[in-house]
């Protein structure tokens, strides 16, 4: 299966931007769907966003449509989150995470990264 690893997480103001980045190892990360999921202190994981095997495919959560991108490289084994307007509520812990054969819509991670922090200040 493959191995997951973040990056681009950070510190920003309110309003600003960042584009996170998901590096997969293997020979197979054209098979999976790919998913993006945070979690803030005290609370539980939850679903951010998600994008088909070949990309036409994506998906989002309310709190991040229209704010947030999900998109992906399969040449480079790469899933992007670019994230737009940010706020202090999107402050988390970011997760990549994939699912063999998977469908955006209704994503299930099977693999984990170990996450990026996004902090967002007012």
């Known amino acids: 299966q493959v191995q997951l690893v973040e990056s681009g997480g950070g510190l920003v103001q309110a309003g600003g931007s960042l584009r996170l980045s998901c590096a997969a190892s293997g020979r197979t990360f054209s098979t999976y769907a790919m998913g993006w999921f945070r979690q803030a202190p005290g609370k539980e994981r939850d679903f951010v966003a998600a994008i088909s095997i070949n990309g036409p495919d994506t998906y989002y959560a309310d709190s991040v449509k229209g704010r947030f991108t999900i998109s992906r490289d399969n040449a480079k084994n790469t899933v992007y989150l670019q994230m737009n307007s940010l706020k202090p509520e999107d402050t988390a812990v970011y997760f990549c995470?994939?699912?063999?054969?998977?469908?955006?819509?209704?994503?299930?991670?099977?693999?984990w990264g170990q996450g990026t922090r996004v902090t967002v200040s007012s």
């Open positions: 995470a994939a699912e063999r054969f998977g469908i955006a819509t209704r994503f299930r991670a099977e693999v």
